[in-house]
């Protein structure tokens, strides 16, 4: 058998089904789409994380594929309905970095009060040390409010509470012992956005979801209140973020995602990786590095090695 794996994994992953099968790395991490089609032929698993789509055009290159083992949570990538059709298994890693995700909410949500990013930069490169142009504020007393209470959610609102802050949530999809278990008052979207000081979100990425947070989400909020969006690009209308954040009609945006993210360098065939809020000071963002911690890693390669063993009877 013939396993490729085409993104930065846990090494445990290709030393354990090393012992069964042949065990080869993409030379490029992650390739694009026609690299993958080119490559997955006559591979039996698929170790992957989020790129690139696995449509069903790469399905129907992939001759031999039994198992996709991807190091991640979200699977909308993936064309599950197509690879189920097909008998192959999807298999992801729901939870495991869930732990990951929270924490990097919570540094920005610090972030966005405390400005260490510009702080920093005003010291060693503007050279100065002014301490009265970085005057922040707490987390402590503050409302956070959170949209899709999943487990991600639900992390980020227990650190939230060890701050001293309060917790709101919006879930239409959970019975209310999960707000009672969790101290959170569940509210509708608008009443969420009304009385956020934060609002973080933690929802899929599907139909429902597209373009949820928009203009109306941002007119029910407070004018410094602050949005994170750790969850995906595309649930929030980045167009409507740029003109709420450039008239000031909120305090900052936060994000590790992107609507169109360009893996590696970031730059596209013809034109710059950019964004209109890559110029905003009220704007804080990284590549998608929500599950990127070691620990998250070890845990997830642990689940996938497992799984793909498991559905293979290894
Ligand atoms: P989860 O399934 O445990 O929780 C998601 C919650 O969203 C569920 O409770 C669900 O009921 C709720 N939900 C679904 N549709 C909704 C809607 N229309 N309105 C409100 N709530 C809705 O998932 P999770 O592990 O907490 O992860 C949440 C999301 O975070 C994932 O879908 C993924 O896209 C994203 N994520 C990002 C990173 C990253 O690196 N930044 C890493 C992991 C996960």
Same mark, same amino acid.
């Given at each position: 058998m013939k396993c490729l794996i085409i993104d930065v994994v846990h090494e445990a992953i290709a030393q354990e089904l090393g012992k069964y099968m042949e065990v080869k790395v993409s030379e490029k991490l992650p390739p694009a789409k026609d690299e993958l089609k080119a490559m997955i032929g006559d591979v039996d698993v698929l *170790?992957?994380?989020?790129?690139?789509? *696995?449509?069903?055009?790469v399905l129907d290159a992939a001759k031999n594929l039994k198992v996709i083992g991807v190091c991640s949570v979200g699977l909308n990538h993936i064309d599950t309905k197509y690879a189920e059709e097909k008998g192959i298994k999807v298999f992801n890693a729901p939870g495991l970095?869930? #732990?990951a995700v929270a924490e990097l909410t919570i540094c920005k949500m610090l972030?966005?009060?405390r400005h260490t990013i +510009? =702080?920093?930069?005003? %010291?060693t490169v503007n050279q100065k040390w002014d301490? @009265? =142009?970085? %005057? /922040?504020?707490?987390?402590?007393?503050?409302?956070?409010?959170v949209l899709g209470f /999943?487990? *991600?959610?639900?992390?980020? /609102?227990? *650190?939230?509470r060890v701050? /001293?802050?309060?917790? %709101?949530? @919006?879930? +239409?999809y959970l019975p209310a012992e999960i707000f009672t278990k969790n101290e959170a008052t569940s509210m509708s979207i608008a009443q969420v956005c009304e009385v956020a000081d934060f609002v973080t979100i933690h929802?899929?990425?599907?139909?429902?979801?597209? #373009?949820?947070? #928009?203009a109306t989400s941002i007119a029910e909020m407070k004018p410094d209140a602050v949005v994170l969006n750790m969850a995906r690009g595309g649930i929030v209308n980045e167009k409507d973020m740029y003109e709420a954040l450039k008239a000031g009609k909120i305090g900052g945006y936060a994000t590790d995602v992107l609507e169109n993210e360009v893996a590696g360098d970031g730059l596209t065939e013809d034109s710059r990786f950019y964004s209109p809020l890559f110029d905003l000071d009220n704007f804080v963002v990284s590549p998608h590095i929500g599950a990127q911690t070691v620990d998250a890693s070890r845990d997830i390669g642990q689940h996938i090695i497992a799984k793909v063993k498991e559905a293979l009877n290894l």
């Open positions: *170790i992957m994380r989020v790129d690139p789509m *696995i449509d069903k055009e970095n869930g #732990n972030e966005l009060s +510009p =702080a920093h930069r005003d %010291v301490k @009265y =142009a970085f %005057v /922040g504020r707490e987390l402590r007393g503050k409302t956070l409010g /999943g487990r *991600i959610g639900q992390r980020v /609102g227990e *650190i939230a701050f /001293g802050m309060k917790v %709101v949530a @919006y879930d +239409p929802m899929p990425l599907n139909d429902e979801t597209r #373009n949820l947070f #928009n």
